[in-house]
């Protein structure tokens, strides 16, 4: 059984339930929580997914407790009325955190896709680190996308026999989406020669005077910059929609525009000059796009791509964000560096890995490749 509620976990979780149905000695499950609504029901759609559940937990405003519990009571018949062998949960969400401990109480063995990953700090992201330390708590089995994230795990003492490194599979991904002639209508707002950004920006610790800040840092390097243009999907969120629109509206060269599916936004990465972000995922597949990423947070539990030198952690304060971007622009040696840089986050064969690895598991085969 797969569990997931947001749209990133669709995305990385697709390769992973394709995988399953393509064994013949597997059957998926999949479970959603609505932890995002219409988001959520894009990448359904594109990758051809039909639940077998739908707890629909999503409300306006709701809080984090709210979700979680509406996630934990909502599993309980779910889980009882299917007896999965295993519960697949992905990241970091707070639907992720809630399935895991359903399962647990259910006494149903959970693997964690992405686990390892880390900041070391539980209120950045909040509250993406500290539900993806208690997933890893409760989880039997680690999916580790890096060596870092299997360090990261052994660290806190988790057994390294049931640790296995597999790559993400946000690469896997990628082979479903990226097609070399995708075209999107707001393409035809940039006139020709221009370059353009692609810019998300949404989590709750961004959310306010951070946003601000970043936003005026854009607004000023766009007015500045007679050749750039910026296209941004502006999240759902009412608080996002607001300071997006009041700093935005009057800028000829920025382009607010509807969220995307993962097709388009996987199709705009590949034409975009540069990606600013404080995503997760986005950080491991603008790599796979050969695109820079300037990231819109004080720390990153993705260090490896910084290693790499294909991410730069910039941050939030107005004059570090226009400095990193104008260098960006201005400094070729720099783009190049970062645009050429290595992928250290997969190959694009995760999925497969993970369901043999479950497979195993399940048929009480596992043998640990000693990685």
């Given at each position: 059984?797969?569990?997931?509620?947001t749209?990133p976990?669709?995305?990385?979780?697709?390769p992973?339930?394709?995988a399953?149905?393509?064994n013949p000695d597997t059957?998926?499950?999949?479970v959603?929580?609505g932890?995002?609504?219409?988001?959520l029901?894009q990448?359904l759609?594109?990758?051809?997914?039909h639940p077998?559940?739908?707890l629909k937990?999503?409300a306006?405003?709701?809080?984090?407790?709210?979700?979680t519990?509406k996630?934990?009571?909502?599993?309980?018949p779910v889980?009882?009325e299917h007896?999965?062998?295993?519960?697949?949960?992905h990241g970091?969400?707070?639907?992720t955190?809630?399935?895991?401990?359903?399962a647990?109480?259910h006494q149903?063995?959970?693997?964690?896709?992405?686990?390892?990953?880390?900041?070391?700090?539980?209120f950045?992201?909040?509250?993406?680190?500290m539900?993806r330390?208690?997933t890893d708590?409760?989880a039997d089995l680690?999916f580790?996308?890096t060596?870092?994230?299997?360090?990261n795990?052994?660290q806190e003492?988790h057994?390294?026999?049931?640790?296995?490194?597999?790559g993400?599979t946000a690469i896997d991904a990628l082979?479903?989406?990226?097609?070399?002639d995708?075209?999107?209508?707001?393409?035809?707002?940039i006139?020709?020669?221009?370059?353009?950004?692609?810019?998300t920006?949404?989590?709750?610790?961004?959310?306010?005077?951070a946003?601000r800040?970043?936003?005026?840092a854009?607004?000023?390097v766009?007015l500045?910059?007679?050749d750039l243009d910026?296209?941004?999907?502006v999240h759902?969120?009412?608080?996002?929609?607001?300071v997006?629109?009041?700093?935005?509206?009057?800028?000829e060269g920025?382009?607010?525009?509807e969220?995307?599916?993962v097709?388009?936004?996987?199709g705009?990465a590949?034409?975009?000059?540069f990606i600013m972000t404080d995503s997760g995922?986005?950080q491991e597949?603008?790599?796979?796009?050969?695109k820079?990423?300037?990231?819109?947070?004080d720390?990153?539990?993705?260090?490896?791509?910084?290693t790499?030198?294909t991410?730069k952690?910039?941050?939030?304060?107005t004059?570090?964000?226009?400095?990193?971007?104008?260098e960006?622009?201005n400094?070729q040696r720099?783009?190049r560096?970062?645009?050429?840089?290595?992928n250290?986050y997969?190959d694009?064969?995760?999925?497969?890995r993970i369901v043999?690895?479950?497979?195993?598991?399940?048929s009480?085969k596992?043998?640990?490749?000693?990685?």
């Amino acid at each position: 059984m797969t569990i997931f509620g947001t749209r990133p976990e669709a995305i990385k979780m697709a390769p992973v339930i394709k995988a399953i149905d393509a064994n013949p000695d597997t059957t998926p499950i999949v479970v959603l929580t609505g932890q995002h609504k219409e988001m959520l029901q894009q990448v359904l759609d594109i990758f051809d997914i039909h639940p077998d559940a739908d707890l629909k937990v999503m409300a306006r405003q709701q809080t984090l407790s709210q979700i979680t519990s509406k996630v934990i009571l909502g599993l309980d018949p779910v889980l009882d009325e299917h007896r999965p062998d295993l519960v697949l949960v992905h990241g970091d969400t707070t639907t992720t955190m809630a399935a895991g401990l359903s399962a647990f109480y259910h006494q149903i063995p959970v693997g964690h896709v992405e686990a390892g990953l880390r900041t070391w700090d539980k209120f950045s992201p909040y509250p993406e680190e500290m539900n993806r330390m208690l997933t890893d708590d409760i989880a039997d089995l680690y999916f580790a996308p890096t060596q870092l994230s299997k360090d990261n795990l052994l660290q806190e003492h988790h057994p390294e026999s049931r640790i296995f490194i597999t790559g993400n599979t946000a690469i896997d991904a990628l082979k479903y989406t990226v097609h070399a002639d995708y075209h999107h209508p707001v393409l035809e707002a940039i006139p020709q020669g221009h370059k353009f950004i692609l810019l998300t920006m949404h989590r709750r610790e961004n959310q306010g005077q951070a946003m601000r800040n970043t936003f005026m840092a854009i607004r000023n390097v766009v007015l500045a910059t007679p050749d750039l243009d910026v296209i941004y999907p502006v999240h759902l969120s009412p608080r996002v929609q607001q300071v997006a629109h009041e700093i935005f509206d009057d800028v000829e060269g920025v382009h607010l525009i509807e969220p995307l599916d993962v097709t388009d936004f996987h199709g705009l990465a590949s034409q975009s000059y540069f990606i600013m972000t404080d995503s997760g995922g986005v950080q491991e597949e603008a790599p796979s796009l050969n695109k820079p990423v300037l990231v819109l947070r004080d720390s990153t539990e993705r260090p490896e791509g910084v290693t790499a030198g294909t991410l730069k952690v910039i941050g939030t304060e107005t004059e570090a964000v226009r400095n990193a971007m104008t260098e960006l622009l201005n400094d070729q040696r720099e783009y190049r560096a970062m645009s050429t840089a290595v992928n250290p986050y997969g190959d694009g064969h995760a999925a497969e890995r993970i369901v043999a690895i479950c497979r195993d598991y399940i048929s009480g085969k596992l043998r640990h490749p000693g990685m």
